[in-house]
């Protein structure tokens, strides 16, 4: 179904750029395991929604933080893999994986230092 080119497959961006993302999020789990009994049954989640108890959630809910990088690190290697002819897009694709990937990691750590 895809051919794979040699050239993508042995790209620096290619093979450091994903386990990165793997990484941060067993960080992200491990921090979740770590601190999980000292969280209150309801964390702030929404910053986008007004102040008060409409940023509040579960604390279930803080699961949703690892989901989405994986989420997003699958559908950009998706669409490396679809559109592996063009390096550029492949540069961007894993960066921009990596980069998003860090910032949830980064927003996961303040989430932390807010409520403990």
Do not use: D, H
């Amino acid at each position: 179904m895809f051919k794979f080119k040699k050239e993508i497959t042995t790209s620096v961006y290619w093979r450091k750029g994903l386990p990165f993302c793997l990484l941060f999020t067993i960080a992200s789990l491990g921090l979740l395991g770590f601190f999980w009994r000292k969280f209150p049954p309801e964390v702030p989640l929404f910053y986008s929604r007004p102040w008060g108890e409409e940023i509040l959630t579960s604390s279930l809910s803080l699961l949703f933080l690892p989901l989405m990088i994986v989420l997003v690190s699958l559908l950009n290697l998706f669409l490396v893999l679809l559109l592996q002819q063009n390096r550029l897009l492949v540069v961007i694709l894993t960066t921009t994986s990596v980069l998003f990937a860090f910032l949830v990691f980064w927003t996961l750590i303040r989430i932390i230092e807010l409520i403990i």
